[in-house]
DNA sequence: CTAACTGCAAATTCTTTGCATTAGT
DNA sequence: ACTAATGCAAAGAATTTGCAGTTAG
């Protein structure tokens, strides 16, 4: 399996050690293409294996994000989300329409044809401006669903 | 001023009320382009009215995000940030490239000309597809910056 | 007037840290 | 063996809540 195959790469080449307890979150991550809170990472990890305690998924998620392995999204409700990145995922495009009202997440992969093109143009294009090794990206939308449009 | 107008209609509308807090705020996210906190904003306008206090501040901003008139960000360092949403702004777009390992942010704005286009085909398209009243966007890459790529 | 709004202090909630112990390599 | 990694309990920090007094409409 890649990201398994390459976080472990990673992890040695910093001269961290590879534990059952990153296996297992990175195994969570892997099997999930939700967007999942530190704690329900916990509870997952924690059925597998219970002595695994959220300090530690909190740790190894920190370690995967700067690693460049997950992202870590807040969409405002007050706990960070955590998604593997594109290249680790079976998604790969983190799309997402938000209502600043109700906090509704519509998770959108209907794109426009051009909308794939541009993203790699543009990856590429700041990737030379400026000197960056792009490893993925999100973009949302916000607004007032129907819903809440109605309601004023 | 735009935004001001907007805000008093939009807060009558839902039975609110437009207070000297509420006004002060306002003012000061209009007179700012930067990702405030609700520290820096509280600082700001417990300059002008000494009376007004933190709860208040954070009170009002969700009133604000909620009716769409100001974006909370969060790029991971455990405090949520503040913007006013594209219509108001100066700033029309809010777009990010963010390392993923020293957490700089590089807010950029030399755009592809097509990126403007697309994103407003795009805009179309989901609100019309979602039902959806747009309000403003965010596009982030992620990756790994010139220092920290050579790091490893 | 009346209900919405405010500030303060206390409470919550997510996340981080300190430290003694355990376990990769 | 030598250190990194872990779990627990305690600490920390940003944000929220309860409440009695204040103010907009």
């Known amino acids: ?6 976080w472990n ?3 040695h080449g910093r001269g961290y050690r590879l534990t059952i307890p990153r296996k297992a979150i990175l195994e969570v991550l892997s099997n999930s293409d939700d967007h999942l809170s530190a704690e329900d990472i916990y509870i997952m990890v924690h059925g597998l294996y219970p002595t695994i305690g959220l300090t530690t998924v909190y740790r190894t998620l ?17 706990r960070a989300r955590y998604e593997l990145m594109d290249h680790f995922s079976k998604k790969a495009h983190h799309h997402h329409l938000i209502c600043t009202s109700c906090k509704t997440i519509i998770d959108y992969d209907d794109f426009l044809d051009e909308e794939l093109d541009l993203i790699h143009k543009t990856e590429n294009a700041l990737s030379n401006r400026h000197n960056f090794e792009i490893k993925g990206h999100t973009m949302q939308f916000y607004g007032l669903c129907d819903k809440c449009s109605k309601r004023f």
């Open 62 to 78: 920190d370690l995967l994000v700067q690693m460049g392995v997950v992202y870590k999204f807040d969409f405002g409700d007050g």
């Open 9 to 11: 790469r990673g992890l």
């Open 1 to 6: 399996m890649r990201a398994h195959e390459l």
